[in-house]
């Protein structure tokens, strides 16, 4: 996303990964991912995927996150 131009969406819709602690999530698996950052590590990937959104997409960011026991404290945070 760093190489996107500003405001060079109408709208962007994501899911990203919840933090769950395994790299297999209802047997689908990420690629390059293993979705076990400690909850610093987490809030800091989810502010700068959060920064990019805003900055490239002109209009509407729909961002789905839940709340789960692995990401608790960075998604409060």
Same mark, same amino acid.
């Given at each position: ?40 590590? $987490?809030?800091? +990937?989810?502010? /700068? @995927? =959060?920064?990019?959104?805003? *900055?490239?997409?002109?209009? $509407?960011?729909? +961002?789905?996150? /839940? @709340? =789960?026991?692995?990401?608790? *404290?960075?998604?409060?945070?």
């Amino acid at each position: 996303m760093p190489t996107l131009e500003d405001d060079c969406a109408d709208i962007c819709i994501t899911s990203p990964p919840y933090n769950i602690g395994s790299s297999e999530v209802s047997g689908w698996k990420y690629k390059g991912y293993g979705d076990q950052l400690s909850q610093e590590d $987490y809030f800091q +990937f989810l502010d /700068q @995927v =959060l920064c990019e959104l805003i *900055r490239t997409t002109k209009h $509407y960011v729909f +961002f789905n996150i /839940q @709340v =789960l026991s692995g990401n608790k *404290r960075a998604i409060f945070k």
